[in-house]
């Protein structure tokens, strides 16, 4: 069990001026902000992030929005980031999402859903380290 987790903020609530909101909610819930970026992924790149998803009806349509606008990614800590983090988020889809949740409050639909969280330390590892450099993680 680690203690990091990785999050992206996605194009949707990017746009739509959620950044501040989101953040408040993650260090209101007791995570420490490791490292964060504002960026833009290619769709190269969000094609690369996603690649576990390639066989999936969604993947294209998933690479075309994570590369239309800008993203902040970012690495957090807490005691048991990965579950912690996605019970803060709530369920991918937004219609099954728990009140008091990131996508409850914030997702418009399954592909457009505010955040993205790691779904294991190892990917949470993976994934942070697409982002960010050694010295940045430190
Ligand atoms: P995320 O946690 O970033 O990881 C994979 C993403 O694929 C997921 O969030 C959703 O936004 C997206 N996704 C999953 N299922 C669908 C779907 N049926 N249609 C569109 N996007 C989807």
Redesign the pocket.
Known sequence: MSNRTFT?I?PDAVANGHIGGILNMITEAGFRIVAMKMTRLSGEKAGEF?AV?KE???YG??VEFMSSGHIVAAILEKDNAVEAFRNLIGA??PANAAEGTIRKKYAE?????A???S?SDENAEIEGNFFFSGLEKF
């Open positions: 992206m996605k996603y998803h999936r009806p969604f349509e998933l991918t889809n639909s399954i592909g457009r859903n955040v993205h969280g779904d």
